[in-house]
């Protein structure tokens, strides 16, 4: 079954800011991932939290509770090319299982 | 570029045909994974290969036949497919046995495949 949930699309306006929430199941849980994957493209890696707490890349930011099973990535400034879908992924002992992804739609 | 190559890009075959899928990494990557992306599903994963030895099998059917000959190269041999068996095949590799240790996979552009 699907051990991640996240919203399947979210609309929002260019410039503006977006979060996007991911819950998880715990068992086996190492660490959260976020991916982008643009149309037709290959998902690429934008952060990894391990520990609870915020990261921050320019003007994407991840956030992480591993006492709430919860976390979410922050985009800030939203720019047109972030049209994308994004991803929570759950790292375990020995796999890697992506959620069903966030189709992000920004109007201008 | 993104460091890891899959050819085709694009494949359409018949249900009676036998083909491959072929990846390779130039990043020095001890782990490589196949992955399954059809429309309006989540990726799943496949096959997990480190350090050349297959460690992971997500019930695939034994129409789907991994090989990897080196820690660089990884082939999916397609036989007998089924249409639904339509999509996205996405290679990846990480670092790490298992990528585990950052949550970060280099993907290819994938193979589009297409079952008549």
């Known amino acids: 079954g699907q051990s991640l949930e996240q919203p399947s699309e979210v609309t929002a306006v260019e410039g503006a800011i977006v979060q996007i929430n991911c819950t998880y199941q715990t068992s086996g849980f190492y660490g959260l991932s976020w991916y982008q994957q643009h149309d037709g493209g290959a998902p690429t890696f934008l952060s990894y939290n391990a520990l609870d707490g915020l990261e921050e890349t320019g003007r994407f930011s991840s956030f992480l509770s591993r006492s709430d099973s919860y976390g979410y990535l922050l985009l800030q400034e939203l720019q047109m090319k972030d049209s994308a879908s994004y991803f929570c992924?759950?790292?375990?002992?020995?796999?890697?299982?992506f959620g069903s992804g966030t189709r992000l739609s920004i109007r201008p | 570029e993104t460091g890891v190559t899959q050819t085709p890009r694009h494949l359409v075959m018949g249900m009676t045909n036998k083909k491959s899928l072929k990846c390779e990494q130039h990043?020095?990557?001890?782990?490589m994974y196949w992955y399954k992306q059809s429309a309006k599903k989540p990726l799943e994963l496949m096959f997990v290969y480190n350090f050349k030895e297959q460690t992971e099998n997500n019930s695939v059917p034994s129409r789907f036949s991994p090989e990897c000959p080196n820690s660089s190269h990884l082939f999916l041999h397609l036989h007998t497919l089924q249409p639904e068996d339509s999509a996205l095949y996405l290679c990846?590799?990480?670092?790490?046995?298992?990528?585990?240790?950052?949550?970060?996979?280099?993907f290819g552009e994938g193979s589009r495949l297409t079952v008549l």
């Open positions: 990846a590799s990480s670092p790490g046995s298992s990528g585990t240790e950052t949550g970060e996979l280099f």
């Open positions: 990043l020095g990557h001890n782990a």
């Open positions: 992924v759950k790292s375990s002992a020995s796999k890697i299982i």
